[in-house]
């Protein structure tokens, strides 16, 4: 037997029921397809919105019923007759079929071949769970929607968050100098992860001083979180 989550109307954590199943048949892949036991399934706030009838559910992406999660990492056990660079074996990681239903809250999932890579040796299965889908936004607003490289100043409000620590490390990976904004508590790992200049989001002085250093790009993560003295920046990317 398998296991996943289901839910039947939206709501609260309680709207979230166990039911045990027959797992998925591998005869039943499509060419494209690859069947992975989840060794964890990540958490991200638009799986709390899409829960409660926001979110993807607003969008129309999601209808009733539905296994809520986008994010996992596992074990590849079957893998369809197209799919040459992944096997049975495999640990992999990645975000399955966003903004479609991804169905990840289940000790077996379905997923496109495209949607999953190969775990590093450096990463749990745990680690690599909380990965995709913050990741994926914080590389998409520097390699897509900017170009973030050598020379460049960016500058990272929430950067002690979720996105917000990966933005830090992405930007720096590219060459960028990185301003990370967070509370003083997290600060030095900040500049651990790659953090240049940190400021404390609580101390209007330091706020008001970003005014003198522009930026090349803003990540201003969560969006509206933070009001910034204007203009901080010469153009924002995100």
């Known amino acids: 037997m398998s296991t996943r989550v289901v839910q039947h109307r939206f709501g609260g954590p309680e709207v979230l029921e166990v039911v045990d199943e027959a797992p998925p048949a591998p005869a039943a892949l499509a060419a494209d397809e690859v069947l992975v036991r989840t060794a964890f ?95 994926m936004t914080a590389w998409q607003a520097f390699a897509d929607t900017t170009q973030v490289g050598p020379g460049q100043r960016v500058l990272i409000t929430g950067a002690g968050g979720g996105v917000g620590h990966l933005a830090v490390q992405i930007a720096d990976h590219l060459g960028a100098t990185v301003v990370a904004v967070a509370s003083a508590a997290k600060h030095a790992w900040l500049r651990d992860l790659g953090a240049d200049e940190t400021v404390d989001y609580t101390d209007p002085a330091a706020l008001a001083a970003l005014a003198d250093a522009p930026v090349d790009v803003a990540l201003n993560w969560p969006p509206a979180r933070l009001r910034l003295p204007w203009p901080p920046y010469d153009r924002a990317g995100c």
Do not use: C, K
């Open 41 to 135: 399934a990540g958490g991200n706030p638009i799986d709390v919105m899409t829960r409660t009838g926001g979110g993807m559910a607003a969008a129309g992406a999601v209808s009733l019923p539905f296994t809520p999660g986008w994010d996992l990492a596992g074990t590849v056990e079957a893998v369809g007759d197209q799919v040459s660079d992944l096997r049975a074996g495999d640990r992999v990681f990645g975000m399955a079929r966003f903004p479609r239903e991804g169905a990840t809250y289940a000790q077996h999932v379905v997923v496109p071949a495209a949607d999953l890579v190969v775990t590093p040796e450096v990463l749990s299965d745990e680690a690599a769970a909380a990965l995709p889908m913050g990741a």
